[in-house]
């Protein structure tokens, strides 16, 4: 008992400090408001987490940490991408620290377990940071989870058109990874691509973070226009490493995480495979538009370059949309936060936000339609391979241009959905 | 926590020794009183998300502390126990993802998934005992990695990747049992029954045997006793006890998923009953309660001295460090030595003989 009762102690004695501090500044008006970051700092993702917290901590300063005469205070809960921790997390932000509400979380699973926990507290808020599931926001939706970012299906589309119409590829073979965001992710591009005309000849699904790729690559079919690759991270580099050693062969599509930053800066030259590859995502690094540049710069002035990314990441954005959502609804109710906060949910779903990437607004699940931009990885300056943005899509939503019945018949992303036929493809 | 006056030599050192309530320390009752009483002065989120998390892990802890501390087989598989339970909860009951789920009634699917945990704990077992050391280690961690990659590939039964949500305990005697304080007194019921009964069992004549089998397996095996299948039979009973741990946890995270027996969990286990000290079944409770709180509250330590919360796990690390460090023996081991010394501190004054209690 007296170990224990020691380190209660002190953690009270801890948490009497971090009040007593805070403390003084929060007595001058009304009460802050106390906004829980919910966010994965370990894991495969803490870098992107990292780079989540800076953008909140970026939004806020626009605002000078106040919203209509009352003072914002954030209390961060990493996670481990665990649904389960997800969870945990956010009860303790709830329970334990009293926030207000919660802007989170970061990765897909977790976004299904926090809308499940969403429904227990229903006078609380969620604003997701950048999970990517679909699910989060389509199947049996919490009325008080908001997503201001694209799920992972969105970001897909616009892809298969692009290259049906300016590439001319029609039949492609695509190897994925198998979990839900590598379906998720697939759906939205096929879905496009089959609409499109496309055909897809063959489908493999690899285990995440798998080492081997040697038997998928020797059963890849030759008669095809190009191979979609469904990956991220170091299943990508490790893929284009024996993709290269099996000798390349055709060209490739990439999923949206498939050329992102940590597999363009990877050392080796396997990452070369990648050149005239088209991708797409919720965001171009070379957006010539305005508000976009502008934030990058925001974004590069305030932390030195040692402390952040040359260019804001993916989960960064996601954080930082959604911070500047909280902000913008704070000030359409003036701070209200009572009444169960139902006034600052109606604000939120009628925000229509202007972002760095593009006008955002919500639908009737609180589903965010958008932008989407599509890449060609190119060769950069010095043998760096950058990313250069070639098309957009603007006003993406969450049915993918269906109606709601038609996408629901279609049912949820697995691996053998979407059916290619049924949509007009081959 | 624990407060006894056994000797510290192995095996016959726990409080209950003998027979009638007569035995049972005063601090015991305290203790037993103020969990009791608990919900009257702590909060929900205590109720259930520190003391509820903590009896779950303890309770899969203690399947593990009653292998590596009576039998002397340090095991990784518990957590996969306990998961596979968890599962077979979902699989066999109810849960979100319908068209998998059985449906069968509680007192039904509750007894099954004990019953499926124990039979997987058995052949684990047989598979292990004739392993010994760093080669068990290495036999459980495979089965453990094995079970972790086949529920992530396997949609047909474990629904891969994303497992099962919504598993809610049944609703029995018109309580909903994830309520904070019904949790709360169902875990703790748990985790004494669970603590009693490994008690039992090691004072047991199997119990004893085993001890024996742990201590000189060619000795017991000359004298007749089957030392595989003591230990085998050790691996059942941790089995059961990890698969009732394991159904609370699920209850309390209403979901099931590979991660919930991935490596990283499948080595905290190790980590509380380590921290705890496996020389007696309290230990994996008290480890699993120092677990919860550090890795609950390490954000605020950091943030309340000023410091980027980002390095959370530097505090994690360091508290567990500190504790094997000091104690090779667990936090228990600290609490031992602490209280030598106040006994040989105080025996001039009150003149208590030097060997009280070490014997």
């Not at chain 1, 930053?261 to 171009?284: E, F, H, M, N, Y």
Request: aromatic share 12%.
């Amino acid at each position: 008992m007296n170990w224990t009762k020691r380190s209660l102690l002190g953690l009270a004695g801890a948490f009497a400090l971090s009040w007593g501090l805070s403390a003084p500044a929060a007595a001058q008006q009304q009460p802050p408001i106390r906004i829980g970051i919910l966010v994965a700092l370990e894991g495969a993702f803490a870098a992107g987490g990292r780079d989540a917290v800076r953008n909140v901590e970026l939004a806020l300063r626009q605002v000078n940490h106040t919203v209509a005469g009352r003072r914002i205070e954030t209390i961060v809960a990493p996670t481990d991408t665990r649904p389960d921790t997800a969870v945990r997390q956010a009860r303790k932000l709830i329970e334990q620290d009293r926030v207000d509400f919660i802007i989170g979380p970061l990765s897909g699973s977790e976004g299904i377990a926090i809308r499940d926990y969403a429904k227990t507290i229903p006078d609380r808020t969620i604003i997701n940071g950048i999970s990517g599931a679909l699910e989060m926001t389509w199947v049996d939706p919490a009325p008080n989870v908001f997503r201001f970012n694209l799920d992972g299906a969105q970001w897909g589309s616009g892809l298969g058109t692009y290259v049906v119409r300016n590439k001319g590829w029609r039949r492609i073979a695509t190897v994925s990874a198998d979990y839900s965001f590598g379906y998720t992710n697939f759906l939205g591009f096929a879905v496009d691509f089959c609409r499109a005309g496309g055909t897809i000849v063959q489908r493999f699904w690899v285990p995440l973070g798998a080492a081997d790729f040697g038997g998928v690559i020797a059963q890849l079919p030759d008669n095809v226009d190009a191979i979609y690759l469904g990956m991220g991270g170091t299943d990508a580099i490790n893929f284009l490493n024996q993709w290269q050693q099996a000798g390349a062969g055709t060209r490739l599509i990439g999923g949206t995480i498939m050329a992102d930053q940590t597999v363009l800066s990877a050392r080796g030259r396997a990452k070369d495979a990648l050149i005239g590859t088209p991708t797409s995502g919720p965001l171009a690094e070379d957006n010539p538009d305005p508000a976009w540049q502008n934030y990058v710069r925001l974004y590069r002035e305030a932390f030195p370059a040692n402390e952040r990314f040359n260019s804001p990441s993916l989960f960064g954005v996601g954080y930082f949309i959604a911070t500047s959502a909280a902000i913008a609804g704070l000030n359409a109710v003036n701070g209200d936060l009572s009444d169960g906060q139902r006034r600052f949910n109606a604000a939120l779903s009628s925000l229509k936000l202007a972002t760095p990437l593009g006008e955002v607004s919500l639908n009737e699940n609180r589903q965010a339609t958008g932008t989407v931009f599509v890449n060609e990885v190119a060769e950069g300056p010095g043998g760096t391979l950058v990313n250069r943005m070639v098309a957009r899509v603007d006003g993406v939503n969450q049915t993918l241009g269906m109606t709601a019945e038609q996408f629901r018949a279609m049912g949820l992303p697995s691996r053998t959905n979407p059916d290619c036929r049924a949509l007009g493809g081959g | 926590m624990a407060v006894n006056d056994a000797p510290r030599s192995g095996g016959l050192d726990a409080p209950l020794l003998g027979s009638g309530f007569g035995r049972v320390p005063a601090a015991y009752w305290a203790i037993g009183f103020i969990l009791l009483i608990m919900p009257v002065f702590a909060g929900n989120f205590w109720l259930f998300q520190i003391f509820g998390w903590s009896f779950c892990l303890g309770i899969i802890a203690l399947s593990l502390m009653f292998l590596a501390g009576y039998g002397g087989m340090v095991s990784l598989v518990q957590m996969t126990v306990a998961a596979l339970a968890g599962y077979a909860v979902a699989i066999l009951g109810t849960s979100g993802v319908q068209q998998i789920s059985l449906g069968m009634p509680w007192w039904l699917y509750i007894p099954l998934a004990i019953i499926i945990a124990a039979v997987f704990a058995t052949l684990v077992g047989a598979l292990a005992v004739r392993t010994e050391g760093i080669y068990t280690i290495m036999i459980t961690l495979a089965i453990a990695s094995a079970f972790f990659y086949f529920t992530r590939q396997n949609y047909d039964i474990f629904n891969g990747y994303n497992g099962f949500n919504f598993v809610v305990p049944p609703r029995l005697f018109g309580v909903d049992w994830r309520q904070p304080t019904a949790f709360y007194y169902l875990s703790l019921v748990m985790a004494a029954l669970c603590y009693l009964a490994v008690l039992y069992v090691a004072r047991s004549p199997f119990g004893l045997a085993l001890q024996g089998v742990r201590d000189n397996p060619r000795r017991m095996a000359a004298m007749g006793f089957n030392v595989t299948a003591h230990r085998i039979a050790a691996y059942t009973f941790s089995g059961v006890i990890a698969a009732i741990g394991g159904i609370l946890l699920v209850w309390q995270n209403t979901q099931v998923a590979p991660f919930t027996a991935g490596i990283p969990a499948v080595i905290d286990i190790l980590i509380i009953a380590v921290i705890g000290g496996i020389r007696r079944p309290i230990g994996p409770f008290v480890g699993a309660f120092i677990y919860v709180l550090l890795s609950t509250f390490s954000p605020d330590v950091l943030s309340s001295f000023g410091l980027s919360t980002e390095r959370f796990k530097l505090i994690v690390g360091l508290g567990f460090l500190a504790v094997v460090f000091f104690s090779p023996d667990g936090a228990l081991g600290l609490w031992d030595r602490w209280r030598e010394r106040q006994r040989k501190n105080l025996d001039p004054l009150t003149g208590r003989p030097k060997a009280a209690g070490a014997a």
